[in-house]
C-alpha cells in the first residue's frame, strides 16, 4: 500500500511546485505592467497639465458645496442631504483642497489620480477576462485616449463615477472568477481522486497477480536440480592451450597367471622378514 501511494504522492508535489514557480513568474509580470502603466499615465498628464491644458472649468455647484465645507472646517457638512456621489466627490475635493490649497488645482489632480486609478483597473478587468497582456495593451490605449486626458479640465464628478463603476466591474468579475475557479478545482479534484482510486486499484491488482504468480514452496521438498539458476553452465575456454592428447590405455602383452607370475608365495607365519631365503 505505501509503495502504491508514494508516487502518487510524489506526483502531486511536482504538480504544486511547478504551479507555485509559474504563478510567481507571472506576480512579477503583473507588477511589471502595472508599474509601466501608472508610470506612462503619470507622465503623460503632466505633461498635458504644463503644456496643452488653457484653462480649467468646474462646476459651479461642486465648487459653492466645497467652499461652505471648508467655510465649516468639517467634513459632515458635505453629507447633510445623506451618502451620495456628489458628497463622496466634494468630500475628496476638500481633502485635495487642504494640499494644493486651490479648488481648480486640487480637482485637476484629483482627475489625475481618478484616471490612474482608472487604467491600472481597466487592466485588472481586462486581464481577469482574457490574459495580462490584453489587458496591458487597453490600459495604454486608455492612458493615451486623448479624448480621456482632455476631461483633466473639467472639475466634475466624470472621472470619479468611471473609476467607480471600472472598480464594481472589477468585483463583479472577480467574484465570477473565483467561483469558476472553484467548480473547476472541484471537479479537477474529484477527477484526480477519482484517478488515483483507479490506479490504485490497478496497482493493488497488479501486485496480487505477481504474488498469485508464485508458487508455494513451503509444503514442498526442494531439491538442488530443480533449481535452474543454480545449474553451471560451462563456457568453452577462450584462451590459447596445448593442443589435447589423446587418451591411450597401457596394458600388458599378456596376462599373467598364478604359474607365471614369477612371484614365490611362502607362509612367513612366525617369522619376520629378515628371516626369509
Request: hydrophobic content about 45%.
Amino acid at each position: 500500500m505505501l509503495t502504491t501511494l508514494l508516487p502518487i504522492l510524489n506526483r502531486h508535489l511536482r504538480t504544486f511546485d511547478c504551479e507555485w514557480k509559474i504563478m510567481k513568474k507571472r506576480s512579477w509580470l503583473t507588477g511589471l505592467f502595472l508599474i509601466i502603466l501608472s508610470s506612462i499615465a503619470i507622465i503623460v498628464r503632466i505633461y498635458y497639465v504644463n503644456r496643452l491644458m488653457s484653462e480649467v472649468n468646474i462646476s459651479e455647484d461642486i465648487y459653492n458645496a466645497a467652499k461652505v465645507t471648508v467655510e465649516m472646517n468639517s467634513l459632515t457638512s458635505a453629507f447633510a442631504d445623506g451618502f451620495q456621489m456628489r458628497s463622496l466627490y466634494i468630500c475628496n475635493l476638500y481633502l485635495a483642497f487642504l494640499i494644493f490649497g486651490n479648488f481648480t488645482v486640487a480637482g485637476v489632480y484629483l482627475n489625475i489620480l481618478y484616471q490612474i486609478l482608472t487604467v491600472l483597473l481597466v487592466y485588472i478587468v481586462i486581464k481577469g477576462v482574457t490574459n495580462r497582456y490584453a489587458g496591458f495593451a487597453g490600459g495604454l490605449i486608455l492612458a493615451l485616449f486623448p479624448a480621456y486626458i482632455n476631461t483633466l479640465s473639467d472639475v466634475t464628478m466624470q472621472n470619479m463615477i468611471i473609476c467607480i463603476a471600472v472598480f464594481f466591474g472589477v468585483v463583479v468579475i472577480s467574484i465570477i472568477r473565483r467561483i469558476c475557479q472553484r467548480h473547476i478545482a472541484k471537479k479537477n479534484s474529484s477527477d484526480k481522486l477519482a484517478a488515483d482510486k483507479t490506479n490504485l486499484k490497478e496497482n493493488n491488482e497488479a501486485v496480487k497477480a505477481d504474488t498469485n504468480a508464485i508458487p508455494d514452496t513451503s509444503m514442498k521438498e526442494i531439491r538442488y536440480d530443480d533449481l535452474e539458476d543454480n545449474k553451471v553452465q560451462y563456457i568453452e575456454n577462450p584462451l590459447p592451450v596445448p593442443k589435447r592428447r589423446e587418451h591411450k590405455e597401457m596394458n600388458y602383452a599378456f596376462e599373467p597367471t598364478g604359474g607365471n607370475d614369477d612371484y614365490d608365495l611362502k607362509d612367513l607365519s612366525g617369522k619376520d622378514f629378515y628371516d626369509i631365503e
